[in-house]
């Protein structure tokens, strides 16, 4: 196994890895957002990066073993680092019709589940919470939505499955007057960044039928009830 050192902390790297691929892990910006914190928080005294998946020329997910320490005992080290994602709840108002919301029906071959349904998400690619959110509404729901960077709230950021993964969400939303026009374009349309595999159908929703959609996931259930609190307290 190669190893270098990154301040104090040994990095070694399984021989599966090739040697000129060390630098951009290293150099990864998740993979270092990662390091300064545990190194912070921890007794940090050795990392082992397992396994590499790259997306193109960019560093995907990583997966690594920590020697790491708290309150003087050793503490589970399986990390999966993916980077940091966000959510958008678009909430779709039109005069006599109740609210509305645009959700994403796609394949997600790790939750074994061919047509998952949930808010359009994304993962950051050395951007911000904000310019990210605006890219996925692009590519999942279409460049024609009339989405301005001033109109995103934030609702909460959160980590998903701080267990075993790194990854934290932004949740936004966002309220849209549209048309019944507009909105009947929106329902079934086709949509995916075609270099990242994706085959996306848009589905339109009303708003409240969220909770009784199906199996979902946490960040489309929990941005509807915290969107819905924010709501009902601000008398809306």
């Given at each position: 196994m190669g190893q270098v050192e990154d301040g104090s902390v040994p990095i070694v790297f399984a021989p599966t890895i090739p040697a000129d691929c060390h630098a951009r892990v290293r150099a990864a910006p998740h993979f270092r957002r990662w390091l300064a914190a545990a190194a912070a928080g921890f007794d940090l005294r050795r990392v082992t990066v397992e396994?590499?998946?790259?997306?193109?020329?960019r560093v995907g997910f990583i997966l690594l073993q920590a020697d790491a320490w708290h309150d003087g005992r050793q503490v589970p080290g399986t990390v999966l680092l993916r980077g940091d994602?966000?959510?958008?709840?678009?909430?779709l108002r039109h005069a006599g019709h109740p609210d509305?919301?645009?959700?994403?029906?796609?394949?997600?071959?790790?939750?074994?589940?061919?047509?998952?349904l949930s808010l359009p998400a994304g993962m950051l690619d050395g951007e911000t919470f904000a310019s990210t959110a605006l890219r996925e509404l692009s590519e999942e729901i279409g460049a024609d939505?009339?989405?301005?960077?001033?109109?995103?709230?934030?609702?909460?950021?959160?980590?998903?499955?701080?267990?075993?993964?790194?990854?934290?969400?932004?949740?936004?939303y966002a309220v849209?007057?549209?048309?019944?026009?507009?909105?009947?374009?929106?329902?079934?349309?086709?949509?995916?960044?075609?270099?990242?595999?994706?085959?996306?159908?848009?589905?339109?929703?009303?708003?409240?039928?969220?909770?009784?959609?199906?199996r979902t996931d946490a960040k489309t259930l929990l941005s509807f009830y915290m969107y819905r609190d924010r709501a009902a307290r601000a008398g809306a």
């Amino acid at each position: 196994m190669g190893q270098v050192e990154d301040g104090s902390v040994p990095i070694v790297f399984a021989p599966t890895i090739p040697a000129d691929c060390h630098a951009r892990v290293r150099a990864a910006p998740h993979f270092r957002r990662w390091l300064a914190a545990a190194a912070a928080g921890f007794d940090l005294r050795r990392v082992t990066v397992e396994s590499v998946t790259f997306f193109g020329p960019r560093v995907g997910f990583i997966l690594l073993q920590a020697d790491a320490w708290h309150d003087g005992r050793q503490v589970p080290g399986t990390v999966l680092l993916r980077g940091d994602s966000v959510s958008i709840l678009l909430v779709l108002r039109h005069a006599g019709h109740p609210d509305r919301t645009i959700l994403t029906c796609e394949a997600r071959l790790p939750a074994a589940c061919p047509d998952l349904l949930s808010l359009p998400a994304g993962m950051l690619d050395g951007e911000t919470f904000a310019s990210t959110a605006l890219r996925e509404l692009s590519e999942e729901i279409g460049a024609d939505l009339a989405v301005r960077q001033d109109m995103l709230v934030d609702l909460a950021t959160v980590w998903l499955s701080p267990g075993g993964c790194d990854e934290a969400i932004a949740l936004y939303y966002a309220v849209l007057d549209l048309d019944d026009a507009a909105i009947r374009a929106l329902d079934g349309r086709r949509t995916g960044n075609a270099d990242e595999r994706e085959s996306i159908r848009v589905r339109v929703v009303d708003l409240d039928d969220i909770p009784r959609i199906g199996r979902t996931d946490a960040k489309t259930l929990l941005s509807f009830y915290m969107y819905r609190d924010r709501a009902a307290r601000a008398g809306a």
